[in-house]
Each structure stands twice: as structure tokens, then as C-alpha cells.
């Protein structure tokens, strides 16, 4: 190399202001100079790649909106829950940021005016009736069946009653038929309870849905049982399988109501 004018300048300085009039004067001394030329069309390959690297620069949600999907999902639109979801699962980082933020950050206490107001709701809720008929909720929850409650003639359809869930280890955002889900056993004993919530049409709720839990080439069934329904969560059912009967795959949810097209979920468990 005979010419050392390339390494004197600051070229990446130079590149981000083509206009001036030192660039002009250096791009017409490298017309010249072999040596130079090739230094400035280095830089200019560098400075190319920065610019496309930052444009397909993924975006990773922030905190508040993973700490609202997991405990205040209503609060979010049916295509933001989608996409969070679809983030997660193609971003493990985020995944496991996710699930440590949920340890370390306590669960929002209500202020005594919010907490009236939801014992309020819960005692006009249809769980909340207990209060009013104990004898006939206590014969139909120790007789397993379902019961139908409309005393004011509201509407309310027919519903499988369980209340909100029970004890759980983990809980699950199963997303829409046709998408995937998943989540991770590390930490979790095989009697720990996995609560899956499943998004199914509005018409489905409160109606006899029956569920199946197969392997993914669909020869074994490992669980089945009936769909449950939860006043608090109207857009979603929920199931409550052992830890223990999964192993690392992928499985098949598959929901068949008593009136309509039956459909399935994917869950990957890692």
C-alpha cells in the first residue's frame, strides 16, 4: 500500500454525510488511488449491513405487557394475546424472563373499595349462589352433574360448574385452533396440577365439551375428560392434568362439543 490518506480521515464520519464537500473532495482523489478506493468500499460494505442488521432488529415486548398477559389477559386484545404468545415461544430468552419475572414480582394486592366491589360481583355471580341455595349446590357439586341456574330468567346458559380452578403449579395460555403453544417442566413434580386454559368460541361456553389430550401422531391418548368453565374466565375453558403424564413433545387438545365442528390446539412441552 503506497497511499495512507484512507486510515487518516474518519470514514464512517464521511459516509454518513455524503453531501459534504470532503467527501466530494476525497471520492475524487480515490478516482485516483486504487489503494483508497478499495478502504472506502470497505466501509461503505460495513456501514450496509449495520443498516439492514438494525431493520430486522426484533423488537421484545416489555414486562408490563408479559406480566398482563399472565395476570390480567382481558385487559389485552385477542390479536395482542396472540402475539405475545407467538413471541414467547419463538424466543426463549423472553420465555425464561417471563416466567422469573412471575417469582419476583408479587401479585397486585386490590384496594379495600376493589375488593368490596369484587365480593360484590362474586356473591351475584352464578359461584356466589351458593350463598343463597348451599343445600342444592352442595348435592349437585357431590353428585358431579350440571346444573343450570337462571332464577331471574337472564339468559345464562346451561354450566358446567366448578367454581374458579383448584391448587396449580403452572398455568397456561393455550392459544387459539391452529396455533402453537407450550410450556416447560423443569421444577415441576409429576403431582403438581398443570391448569390449561384453552381459547374457544364464545358459543361454546357453558356447554358439555368433551377433551382428549393425544401424542402428536395421535395414537396415544393421555388425557380426556370434560371441559371446564370458570365464571371469571368466559373466553377461555380449562382443563387440570397431573405434571406427570406429560413428557417432552408435542401434543394434540382436542375438543369435540356436543353441537358444532370440533377443533385442536397444540401445546409444545419442553
Known amino acids: 500500500m503506497n497511499c495512507t490518506r484512507a486510515f487518516e480521515i474518519d470514514l ?94 408479587p401479585e397486585p394486592q386490590l384496594s379495600p373499595i376493589a375488593r368490596a366491589a369484587l365480593a360484590v360481583r362474586e356473591f351475584l355471580s352464578p359461584s356466589g349462589m351458593r350463598q343463597w341455595a348451599p343445600v342444592a349446590i352442595a348435592l349437585v357439586m357431590a353428585a358431579g352433574v350440571t346444573w343450570q341456574l337462571d332464577p331471574f330468567g337472564l339468559g345464562e346458559p346451561e354450566l358446567r360448574y366448578r367454581g374458579t380452578p383448584g391448587e396449580f403449579a403452572l398455568e397456561v395460555e393455550v392459544p387459539e385452533a391452529g396455533e402453537r403453544g407450550g410450556f416447560a417442566l423443569y421444577g415441576i413434580d409429576d403431582d403438581d396440577t398443570v391448569l390449561l386454559r384453552v381459547d374457544v368460541p364464545d358459543a361454546w361456553y357453558g356447554s358439555e365439551v368433551t377433551a382428549k389430550i393425544v401424542t402428536e401422531e395421535g395414537v396415544t391418548t393421555i388425557f380426556e375428560g370434560p371441559l371446564h368453565w370458570d365464571p371469571e374466565r368466559r373466553e377461555t375453558g380449562f382443563l387440570e392434568p397431573k405434571a406427570g403424564i406429560f413428557d417432552f413433545d408435542s401434543y394434540r387438545i382436542e375438543l369435540t362439543p356436543e353441537h358444532g365442528e370440533p377443533q385442536s390446539h397444540w401445546v409444545d412441552v419442553r
Request: proline share 4%; with cysteine.
Open 12 to 105: 464512517e464520519d464521511l459516509l454518513l454525510d455524503p453531501g459534504s464537500a470532503e467527501f466530494r473532495e476525497f471520492a475524487s482523489h480515490c478516482e485516483g488511488c486504487a489503494d483508497c478506493a478499495a478502504e472506502l468500499e470497505l466501509h461503505r460494505g460495513m456501514l450496509a449491513r449495520l443498516k439492514d442488521e438494525d431493520a430486522d432488529a426484533v423488537v421484545h415486548p416489555s414486562d408490563a405487557s408479559l406480566l398482563e398477559l399472565a395476570r390480567r389477559p382481558e385487559n389485552l386484545t385477542q390479536e395482542e394475546r396472540t402475539g405475545l404468545r407467538a413471541h414467547m415461544r419463538e424466543c426463549h430468552p423472553c420465555d425464561d424472563a417471563y416466567r422469573a419475572t412471575l417469582m419476583l414480582v
